[in-house]
Nanobody
Framework: QVQLVESGGGLVQAGGSLRLSCAAS????????MGWYRQAPAKQRELVAT???????NYADSVKGRFTISRDNAKNTQYLQMNSLKPEDTAVYYC?????????????????WGQGTQVTVSS
């Protein structure tokens, strides 16, 4: 199986920074797209940023210029550097990845989610 484990959430004042990490482990052959999503109370989960295996990135308009997504393919890990944080960034942040496994002569690609990490920005 595959697990995604996030770390780096916490409480920060407005204008501060946090760096989230998400490490994938298990029987991994390769990882294609990786991304971060967030869900605030009483709101739907929304896309924050994505990154392809080749490093192409995409951001929600609300975080452009403030957040940076990156990945270390050798470590099967992705990161989200969050700067100039605002109270409206408060949410549970989830990492996501499309993971390919090789098992019994076949390749299987499935989508996985982390357990989520709380980010709270105080005003």
């Amino acid at each position: 199986q595959v697990q995604l484990v996030e770390s780096g959430g916490g409480l920060v004042q407005a204008g501060g920074s946090l760096r989230l990490s998400c490490a994938a482990s298990g029987s991994i052959f390769s990882i294609s797209a990786m991304g971060w999503y967030r869900q605030a109370p009483a709101k739907q989960r929304e896309l924050v940023a994505t990154i392809t295996s080749g490093g192409r990135t995409n951001y929600a308009d609300s975080v452009k210029g403030r957040f940076t997504i990156s990945r270390d393919n050798a470590k099967n890990t992705q990161y989200l550097q969050m700067n100039s944080l605002k109270p409206e960034d408060t949410a549970v942040y989830y990492c996501n990845a499309d993971v390919t496994r090789y098992r019994t002569g076949r390749f299987y690609t499935d989508n996985y989610w982390g357990q989520g990490t709380q980010v709270t920005v105080s005003s």
